[in-house]
Nanobody, 121 residues
């Protein structure tokens, strides 16, 4: 069974840093785009950052210059380094794998369970 498992969330003071990790488990042949999304209470889910298998990344304007997305294709893992955190970054962060291929199936999209990030002022 293929799944995404996130780690690294928690509580941090404003101005602090956190590093999120998301690992895809199971036998995986390839993953096209991986990304991080977030949803704050009362808000819709929004994209934070995405990265292709070739390393091309995109960021939401609100996190540019503060967050860095990276991935290790050999480990099927994506990371989100978050610095200069603000209270408005508080949300549940979820990992997504797009166009994932295994020996037995192809998934257009796979989501992790989500992880809480809380930034106190």
């Amino acid at each position: 069974q293929v799944q995404l498992v996130e780690s690294g969330g928690g509580l941090v003071q404003a101005g602090g840093s956190l590093r999120l990790s998301c690992a895809a488990s199971g036998t995986i042949w390839s993953i096209n785009t991986m990304g991080w999304y977030r949803q704050a209470p009362g808000n819709q889910r929004e994209v934070v950052a995405t990265i292709t298998s070739g390393g091309k990344s995109n960021y939401a304007n609100s996190v540019k210059g503060r967050f860095t997305i990276s991935r290790d294709n050999a480990k099927n893992t994506v990371y989100l380094q978050m610095t200069s955190l603000k209270p408005e970054d508080t949300a549940v962060y979820s990992c997504n794998a797009g166009d994932l291929t295994t020996p037995t199936l192809r998934l257009s999209s796979l989501w992790g369970q989500g992880i809480q990030v809380t930034v106190s002022s």
